[in-house]
């Protein structure tokens, strides 16, 4: 029993001896196990307070919703012709339905292969990336996925972070829970920056291709998805060789996913490609065309109606009234000039500008001369004094005295040549451009009936003259002025509102404005018929006469202002007005240059390539209704021409006003003559009585035994009739200029810098 007994204590030992280490290794393991717990306690705690510190900084379900990518303006001509974009980043929203299946396939290749089948991140991509770019130093197929990519562009920093990954992909996880995968690929193909200032697979296909996305073939969308991880280390503009690199890389991709055959890729890898990159977009503007003509409508219109946000990221159509054939010829006969200058074309039925261009060369000088140069207009502006006349009752075939004029101030108004013909019919005089009748016809009517009818053409400059000197185009206005009142003769006696903007629509589809044709009554259908049909005159046989166009009518006006500071032709043919000024900035004079002799001729240049342009008709259209007759009149009597008048013009007159005898110095009777009702007559003023006798034509008389007066009758002046006051001024017209070039110039810059434009 007791060796029993000791078996038993010995056993019961040995127990003892085996639990201690137990409970030992128990315990180191019980302490390993809350050490553990721990320690993963404060890493749930640190990582819930990292969550919350990274979460609090991503930007809200909403926002992802709801984001509005910056998308570029563009302005079109008539013709839907891009001729400007505007931009923040140089971006054309593309429908992923829109683009090339190659370029799609492309991207998925080189960028997410996989881009279906994950949530938004590949933990098994992180991984492989980092140990390619370990083996081969080079960083090709990264471990973001697209969507990855596209959260980063669209809300978070490039910085190489931890806390940036993590946002990435928690970001990326929400947005797939946002949007479908096609809505996340399109949206990544539209954000993706592609170099050269292209943002998005539009504008990258359109600078490197000249191409839409639809359009690009297989070596195209390769070299494109090349340049994606590093557009400026790929570009093919740059690095041609890298290039090539990345697109091997790419379609060696499509192969081993199975999307093209090794055959397709070694076609591919030796196609050719062209590229068709513009110039880089750098500033938040890129005129293709028309720089002027831009300026003027994202100054004067755009800017200030809706402000940069909506043009620079709002993806706008602009559809202007510009016709970019007639725009590239129209810069092209300006740049050609000697001296500075401008033109405008203008549609007279509508007021569309068709073509406006502001000077020679826009990188040299910004200063518009068509919108912004207030210039005056010299004998340009006589037509308005005559329509004034006609619109009081004077007919073209009446008469007034083209002799010297004095007045008390000093002022003496001559003619260009210095000369003097007597007495003249109003048709002669506008043709030949006499000063002396145009003043005398303006102190019969009167200066507040010049200046009343200017405004109503369209003339809105503030500077218009309040005394004589108005009559020889001492006003300061600018082309585009000058574009509307001419339109009124060519329409039929309607004044037109000059527009830029037909239509813009926003990035919706949405109609924001629409701008079409403002008309006003501003001359009777007759008169302004009548005064076309001088100014033909002016053109056939007057100052005019290097305008003329072959096979088409034409009517128009030269002006010239003292000492050749400025010239001008403002005219037009059926459906289309043009303005040309010519002057330098510092008003140097131009040295013996005319209006027929420096403008008329690019006029006439930029007109005969027009009318083929445009397809114009030949001869001008009179409205049914119209109180107007065709004559044929003799330009020295004012009467009916016979068949020995030696000078002739065919001219409107309102019905009733034409004279019914034929030319009493020209075999026409005499008597008979004298008896008409509505024979010319004699404009006088209150002061040509003293005069009259010298200077009526009575020594060229046939001998009829009647005095000239007993044909021509005077039209006695008013009784109580207030001669209009002389100029003020001692006639140096830019003693103080309007609108100096230099002023403008730095206002321009400061309009880059108001709207944070660079």
Request: charge should be neutral; proline fraction near 6%.
């Amino acid at each position: 029993m007791r060796e029993a007994t000791d078996r038993d204590e010995s056993a019961k030992g040995g127990t003892k001896q085996r639990i201690a280490p137990l409970s030992i290794i128990k315990g180191i393991f019980l302490c390993f196990f809350f050490l553990v717990a721990g320690v993963a306690a404060f890493a749930s705690v640190v990582g819930v307070i990292m969550l919350q510190e990274i979460t609090q900084d991503l930007p809200p379900i909403e926002q992802m919703r709801g984001y509005v990518p910056s998308l570029t303006s563009v302005v079109y001509d008539r013709k839907d012709r891009v001729i400007a974009r505007l931009f923040e980043e140089n971006r054309t929203w593309a429908d992923i339905r829109q683009v090339s299946p190659w370029a799609i396939k492309a991207i998925l290749a080189a960028e997410d292969s996989e881009f279906y089948e994950h949530q938004g991140i590949r933990l098994k991509a992180i991984a492989r990336a980092i140990i390619r770019d370990l083996q081969s130093g080079e960083a090709r197929q990264g471990g973001s996925t697209i969507t990855q990519q596209l959260a980063r562009m669209l809300f978070l920093s490039r910085a190489r972070t931890l806390q940036r990954k993590a946002s990435e992909a928690i970001i990326a996880i929400r947005m797939e829970k946002l949007y479908t995968k096609d809505q996340i690929l399109e949206m990544y193909i539209n954000m993706a920056y592609f170099g050269h200032g292209a943002y998005g697979i539009g504008a990258a296909s359109q600078v490197f291709f000249g191409k839409t996305p639809q359009q690009l073939t297989l070596a195209e969308a390769s070299i494109l998805a090349g340049v994606l991880p590093a557009p400026n280390a790929y570009t093919p503009i740059r690095h041609p060789d890298r290039a090539r690199a990345r697109q091997n890389y790419v379609l060696t991709r499509m192969v081993e996913i199975g999307m093209i055959t090794p055959e397709e890729k070694s076609q591919t890898l030796s196609a050719e490609l062209t590229y068709a990159r513009k110039a880089e977009a750098k500033a938040s503007f890129v005129m293709e065309d028309a720089p002027y003509f831009v300026s003027h409508v994202l100054f004067k219109h755009l800017l200030p109606k809706y402000g940069r946000d909506k043009i620079y990221r709002g993806g706008l159509r602009v559809h202007t009234t510009i016709d970019l054939d007639l725009q590239r010829q129209a810069e092209e006969v300006i740049s050609k000039m000697k001296f500075e200058g401008a033109l405008v074309a203008l549609d007279p039925n509508t007021g569309e500008i068709l073509a406006l261009v502001g000077g020679r060369n826009f990188e040299e000088s910004k200063f518009n001369r068509a919108t912004q140069a207030y210039r005056q207009p010299g004998s340009a502006f006589k037509p308005i004094v005559y329509a004034a006349a006609m619109e009081n009752g004077f007919r073209p075939v009446d008469h007034a005295l083209d002799a010297p004029l004095h007045f008390a101030n000093g002022w003496s108004p001559k003619n260009s040549d210095v000369n003097y013909r007597g007495e003249i019919t109003l048709t002669s005089a506008l043709a030949q451009s006499i000063n002396t009748v145009a003043v005398r016809v303006a102190q019969v009517i009167g200066v507040p009936a010049i200046r009343e009818l200017a405004r109503n053409m369209g003339i809105t400059t503030p500077y218009l003259p309040e005394d004589l000197s108005i009559a020889l185009g001492s006003s300061s206005l600018t082309p585009l002025e000058m574009g509307s009142a001419f339109s009124v003769f060519a329409n039929n006696g309607y004044r037109v509102e000059p527009f830029s903007v037909k239509e813009i629509i926003d990035s919706s589809g949405n109609s924001l404005e629409r701008n079409g044709p403002k008309l006003t009554n501003a001359l009777s259908p007759e008169t302004a018929v009548t005064m076309r049909s001088l100014l033909m005159q002016a053109v056939s046989w007057g100052t005019g006469t290097r305008a003329r166009v072959e096979g088409y009518q034409v009517f128009g006006k030269t002006g010239t202002t003292n000492d050749w500071t400025d010239v001008w032709f403002v005219g037009g043919v059926p459906d289309l007005v043009v303005v040309v000024y010519v002057g330098n900035d510092n008003h140097k004079s131009l040295g013996r240059a005319f209006g027929g002799t420096v403008a008329a001729p690019v006029w006439q240049e930029f007109v005969a390539k027009a009318v083929k342009t445009l397809g114009t008709p030949a001869e001008f259209k009179i409205a049914p209704g119209t109180g107007v007759e065709s004559v044929t009149i003799c330009r020295a009597t004012g009467f009916l021409a016979t068949k020995s008048c030696p000078q002739k013009a065919n001219i409107m007159i309102a019905v009733g006003q034409a004279p019914q005898s034929y030319c009493p110095w020209h075999g026409g009777d005499v008597l008979t003559a004298q008896s008409d009702p509505n024979a010319p007559q004699l404009i006088l003023t209150a002061e040509d009585s003293l005069i009259r006798e010298r200077y009526q034509l009575a020594a060229v008389w046939p001998e009829s035994g009647k005095e000239p007066e007993e044909i021509f009758p005077p039209i006695p002046p008013p009784l109580e009739q207030v001669t209009p006051p002389p100029p003020s001024f001692v006639y140096d017209p830019y003693v103080n200029d309007p609108s100096p070039a230099s002023d403008v110039e730095q206002r321009y810059q400061e309009l880059l810098d108001q709207y944070n434009i660079r």
